[in-house]
């Protein structure tokens, strides 16, 4: 029997979000495989640092603030890897400089004996923060597999995005530019799916700006969090993807878009680009200008759209499994560790 792996998760686990399905999933996956694991929180874990108590913890990023202590812990049993679904400095919210918050996390950086990153992306950005020690890289599975690809119509655009309403996902700024270019005679829907309680300032934002422009009221639909056994009857139901975030470590989004065929249309950040070839499977932009005028372009001009979507039939997505991923782990963590 293999000695158990920790993961240290937060206490809001179970609530839609890319860090949390991919610790959801891998923890299933690698429980298949015949890995003995147990889920803890930053409480446990702080008080296993402190008694220097053995064994291999995987902790999630986004519990780092709770457990400060730990820092000035150096135990000689147990092995510590960060779980980096994001760093902030990757993305630096408004006001704040990426200087400033590489300071904050070099600490940390320093601390951990190993990282499991979710992107090839995400293992480069930690070497040019000057980090020395092992990276694994496993990237999320996919849950679904797409052998019939319903029938969808093309006559108009019926667009979807799936992100939670976060600055870093850019919807604000996109509804913005949305509000301001588009036309009366403009015919498309756009449903938008994602959690409205983590920056619940700018959900709000969102949700006033398209009550308050008619040219959004009308087109735009904002859901709100769903449960994952619904999301594929949002990606059936669609015939187009759009993706306006800053800065994406993996993008299971984007992922699960290009394994149901949906031609995608997405700012260059960070991994993103990575899950299309441009032109073929939809469009990589640097800029939400560049985007927005190309969408309205496919709007205006449905010949070009139904091209599009045609072609993005002829190059199916190909990614791993969730047990590969798990596979994939153990095979990269045991000769380092």
């Not at 849950?143 to 655009?157: A, F, H, I, Y």
């Not at 899950?275 to 560049?290: A, E, K, M």
């Amino acid at each position: 029997m293999q000695p158990p792996w920790y993961f240290v998760l937060p206490k809001e686990r179970d609530q839609p979000s890319g860090g949390n399905i991919y610790n959801e999933r891998i923890i299933l996956a690698l429980q298949e495989t015949g890995q003995s694991v147990e889920i803890i929180l930053a409480d446990d874990y702080r008080q296993a640092i402190f008694q220097n108590k053995p064994g291999t913890y995987w902790v999630d990023t986004l519990i780092l603030e709770s457990i400060q202590e730990v820092l000035s812990q150096h135990p000689s049993q147990s092995r510590s890897l960060l779980i980096v679904h994001h760093l902030a400095s990757l993305a630096p919210p408004v006001g704040q400089s990426a200087e400033e918050l590489r300071a904050k996390e070099k600490p940390w950086l320093d601390w951990f004996q190993g990282f499991l990153a979710t992107s090839h992306f995400t293992k480069d950005y930690l070497r040019q923060q000057h980090v020395s020690q092992p990276v694994v890289v496993a990237e999320p599975g996919i849950d679904v597999s797409v052998t019939n690809v319903p029938k969808r119509t093309t006559k108009t655009v019926q667009a979807l995005m799936v992100a939670n309403l976060v600055e870093r996902k850019g919807i604000l700024p996109w509804l913005q530019w949305l509000a301001e270019h588009v036309a009366e005679h403009d015919q498309f829907s756009l449903t938008i799916v994602g959690r409205l309680d983590i920056e619940r300032h700018v959900a709000q934002k969102c949700i006033s700006m398209v009550e308050s422009h008619t040219s959004l009221r009308e087109r735009i639909t904002i859901v709100g969090s769903q449960l994952f056994n619904q999301m594929t009857n949002f990606y059936q139901t669609s015939n187009l993807f759009i993706s306006v975030a800053t800065m994406e470590t993996f993008g299971m989004a984007l992922q699960e878009a290009r394994t149901h065929q949906l031609p995608i249309l997405t700012l260059d950040g960070g991994y993103s680009a990575y899950h299309l070839l441009s032109g073929q499977s939809g469009y990589v932009f640097s800029n939400l200008t560049q985007l927005g005028s190309f969408f309205l372009n496919l709007i205006r001009k449905p010949a070009e759209f139904t091209t599009l979507y045609q072609r993005t039939q002829q190059h199916p997505a190909s990614y791993v499994s969730w047990g590969q991923t798990a596979r994939s782990l153990v095979q990269q963590f045991d000769p380092i560790f």
